[in-house]
């Protein structure tokens, strides 16, 4: 595939990926102020929570990682980056719920593991030699199967199976982690383009933010 390009130089391609996880930081930061400031308040919560909007708020970022996956090889790095936090927006709206829901407590202490984690295994697809393509293509499957049982127990409601969707997310998304920081890396040793590095940035904070949205679910203590 890469045949008749040119490897970077070591330190561009450790550069490059220093910007893909700042890119991705902001993401999460731009997630985590909207989903607190509409969490923290009862009149957005009862206004984006209630009625046909529910649905509409929980279901968008679902239908829009596939609109921005096809747009942003449309676009520029501002553009790209635009649609980044547009999304990372309107996935902090679809989780604001755990504001009102979740201890703060148990919220810093999912997002801290979380971060722990979710470093360990970015790290470990970073520097590892081994080809991850394998984990790659069952984890794939893994999180079709799991968007597909998300969805049905949606309506269903069973708390039993809720537990069992997030522990083998965790497992899915940490895979994911390991998997997709190696396949970024490998992109942009050869990929000048900064829209590489965004699109890269929005891989990662989809596997962070479901690590930590799923630890939430599975350890975090509600309020009374």
């Not at 790209?80 to 979740?102: D, E, K, N, P, R």
């Given at each position: 595939?890469?045949?008749?390009?040119?490897?970077?130089?070591?330190?561009?391609?450790?550069?490059?990926?220093?910007?893909?996880?700042?890119?991705?930081?902001?993401?999460?930061?731009?997630?985590?102020?909207?989903?607190?400031?509409?969490?923290?308040?009862?009149?957005?919560?009862?206004?984006?929570?209630?009625?046909?909007?529910?649905?509409?708020?929980?279901?968008?970022?679902?239908?829009?990682?596939?609109?921005?996956?096809?747009?942003?090889?449309?676009?520029?790095?501002?553009?790209?980056?635009?649609?980044?936090?547009?999304?990372?927006?309107l996935m902090g709206l679809s989780f604001a719920t755990i504001f009102a829901v979740y201890t703060m407590g148990s919220i810093v202490n999912a997002f801290m593991g979380a971060a722990v984690l979710?470093?360990?295994?970015?790290?470990?697809?970073?520097?590892?030699?081994?080809?991850?393509?394998?984990?790659?293509?069952?984890?794939?499957?893994?999180?079709?199967?799991?968007?597909?049982?998300?969805?049905?127990?949606?309506?269903?409601?069973?708390?039993?199976?809720?537990?069992?969707?997030?522990?083998?997310?965790?497992?899915?998304?940490?895979?994911?982690?390991?998997?997709?920081?190696?396949?970024?890396?490998?992109?942009?040793?050869?990929?000048?383009?900064?829209?590489?590095?965004?699109?890269?940035?929005?891989?990662?904070?989809?596997?962070f933010i479901n690590i930590f949205l799923n630890l939430l679910q599975l350890f975090g203590g509600k309020k009374d």
């Amino acid at each position: 595939m890469y045949a008749n390009y040119e490897y970077r130089e070591a330190a561009e391609i450790n550069s490059a990926m220093g910007r893909v996880y700042g890119h991705m930081s902001l993401a999460v930061l731009t997630s985590m102020i909207i989903s607190w400031g509409v969490g923290s308040s009862p009149e957005l919560l009862q206004f984006f929570f209630t009625g046909i909007l529910k649905w509409i708020v929980i279901f968008a970022p679902l239908v829009a990682i596939f609109a921005i996956g096809f747009l942003m090889e449309k676009v520029g790095k501002q553009g790209a980056q635009m649609m980044l936090h547009g999304f990372a927006a309107l996935m902090g709206l679809s989780f604001a719920t755990i504001f009102a829901v979740y201890t703060m407590g148990s919220i810093v202490n999912a997002f801290m593991g979380a971060a722990v984690l979710f470093g360990v295994l970015s790290g470990y697809g970073y520097f590892t030699k081994r080809s991850l393509d394998s984990i790659g293509k069952w984890m794939f499957v893994g999180l079709i199967t799991i968007v597909i049982a998300s969805i049905i127990n949606i309506f269903i409601g069973s708390s039993v199976g809720q537990m069992v969707i997030s522990a083998l997310a965790i497992v899915i998304f940490l895979g994911l982690t390991a998997y997709d920081t190696q396949k970024i890396r490998e992109e942009l040793s050869f990929d000048t383009n900064g829209v590489a590095e965004v699109k890269g940035a929005l891989t990662l904070y989809l596997d962070f933010i479901n690590i930590f949205l799923n630890l939430l679910q599975l350890f975090g203590g509600k309020k009374d």
